[in-house]
């Protein structure tokens, strides 16, 4: 049973506009949420992250919003550029500190 | 730079045998996570050791897999007797403490096919 969902494996999105990824949880006690950003052939990377106890995070070109009524959190990405295109991972820590990671969305910006 | 570093890169294997992956944390880092991500999937937690506290191992998937970490540093992922189904990319990770806000810092990570 995924507790972390990501709906769409994939989003391309054109230079310069803004980029939607989603993810959906299931468990309430998730208290931070982070987003990862994977090249090919290389480990994830940190992103952005947000608490459970907020419901917007900036920082750049990167926003997260959380809306815990709806288990949901997005990642935004304005403007969008080619560098951008990777996979992005959703993934949410439990009290324990372990994270749940989603399947990812592949994100291919093009010019 | 002293990044989480993982070797080897690339390990082929027949069925049966036993194959270890190992772990080199960022340096003071005491907690270390081992995941792995099958075709198509997201990342699948492992094990997860923090300190001198005994691992979270709920993620391992069958008895044939283990881990350990020495000295609170390097960490050696061991499957036995491996399967097709464990053909997959091993990540490890590392944080510099249990809780608080950090994020985990991921290796490279080990492509594992099992013919």
């Known amino acids: 049973d995924q507790q972390v969902k990501q709906n769409s494996p994939s989003l391309s999105v054109q230079e310069g506009r803004i980029s939607i990824l989603n993810c959906d949880y299931t468990n309430s006690m998730f208290d931070y949420f982070l987003w990862y950003k994977k090249y090919p052939a290389e480990g994830p990377t940190f992103l952005i992250s947000i608490s459970s106890i907020k419901d917007k995070n900036e920082d750049g070109r990167f926003t997260v919003f959380l809306n815990k009524s709806a288990k949901h959190l997005s990642l935004h990405i304005v403007p969008s550029q080619p560098g951008d295109s990777a996979v992005y991972f959703c993934a949410a820590r439990e009290p324990t500190d372990k994270l749940i990671f989603g399947t990812g969305t592949r994100l291919q910006v093009f010019p | 730079g002293a990044g989480v570093s993982q070797s080897p890169s690339n390990k082929v294997t027949e069925k049966g045998k036993d194959v270890e992956l190992r772990c080199d944390p960022i340096?003071?880092?005491?907690?270390l996570y081992w995941y792995r991500q099958s075709l198509g999937q997201g990342l699948e937690f492992l094990i997860y050791f923090q300190g001198n506290s005994a691992p979270d191992k709920s993620g391992l998937p069958s008895d044939r897999f283990s881990a350990e970490r020495t000295g609170g540093s390097v960490s050696t992922l061991t499957i036995q007797r491996t399967q097709q189904e464990d053909s997959a990319v091993y990540l490890c990770?590392?944080?510099?403490?249990?809780?608080?806000?950090?994020?985990?810092?991921f290796g490279p990570g080990t492509r594992l096919t099992v013919l």
């Open positions: 340096s003071g880092h005491t907690a």
């Open positions: 990770a590392s944080k510099p403490s249990s809780g608080g806000l950090n994020e985990q810092f």
